[in-house]
């Protein structure tokens, strides 16, 4: 990736040989190329460039990790089903593989026709499949969780997989999901544009000092298109 600063940017990605290095990239991308414009900022807008280049490169990070979860809120006067809460019980730390096991159970739940141990079986292949790269990320993002959760008083919670991930699908079965879009990854195209955006967020002054950025909001913006499912 090279930017080029008011001129944009050019991302251009790598063959097939070079994408197996690195499993967590959208398999869509293999050799791929594109150029995009720098996000216009308002004009008079009061901007500060240091550390937009990294800026950059965090938002085409996350772009690469984003995957669509396939669940469609029908409609706008609907409010989103409530967030799970861990049942109390005795403490329980979450592992890689629960969490793994969380992030792909809606879509293995309708492979498997709701049979529970099928579920588990195919879950288990498939971790025992994924590369060392993909497992340590998961024990990261778990060892994340855990931290949140300390800080929030909630590490006296257990976590039980299954118990939540049901309650959680009976909480959202009048919405909609679409398990054809469950595991897909954003186009290089939408990717390169997040990234933009996020630089641009980043260099404007009134909102670079933000605690928190609005991905949701960024997402809306890019026009997204998908690519194809990622195992």
Not at 4 to 33: H, Q
Not at 158 to 176: A, M, P
Request: a negative charge; aromatic letters at 6%.
């Amino acid at each position: 990736a090279v930017t080029r600063g008011l001129k944009g940017c050019f991302v251009s990605c790598g063959d097939e040989s070079r994408f197996a290095k690195s499993p967590a990239l959208p398999s869509d991308w293999i050799d791929c190329t594109t150029k995009f414009p720098a996000e216009k900022l308002p004009e008079g807008a009061v901007i500060n460039t240091n550390g937009a280049g990294d800026s950059f490169t965090a938002g085409l990070l996350v772009a690469t990790m984003l995957r669509h979860t396939g669940v469609i809120i029908p409609s706008e006067e609907e409010a989103p089903p409530p967030p799970l809460s861990p049942k109390p019980a005795t403490k329980q730390v979450l592992t890689p593989y629960q969490l793994y096991m969380r992030e792909n159970y809606v879509s293995l739940k309708a492979k498997c026709q709701n049979d529970k141990r099928a579920i588990f079986s195919m879950c288990h292949e498939l971790w025992e499949k994924e590369s060392d790269h993909v497992k340590s990320m998961y024990e990261r993002k778990a060892k994340e969780e855990e931290e949140t959760n300390k800080s929030s008083n909630n590490n006296n919670a257990s976590f039980n997989v299954l118990e939540q991930l049901e309650d959680g699908t009976n909480r959202q079965k009048d919405y909609q999901h679409h398990y054809e879009m469950t595991n897909q990854t954003l186009t290089l195209d939408s990717a390169v544009k997040l990234a933009t955006l996020t630089a641009a967020y980043h260099i404007h002054v009134p909102t670079r000092d933000d605690a928190h950025l609005n991905l949701s909001k960024l997402l809306e913006k890019c026009e997204l298109s998908r690519g194809s499912e990622e195992i």
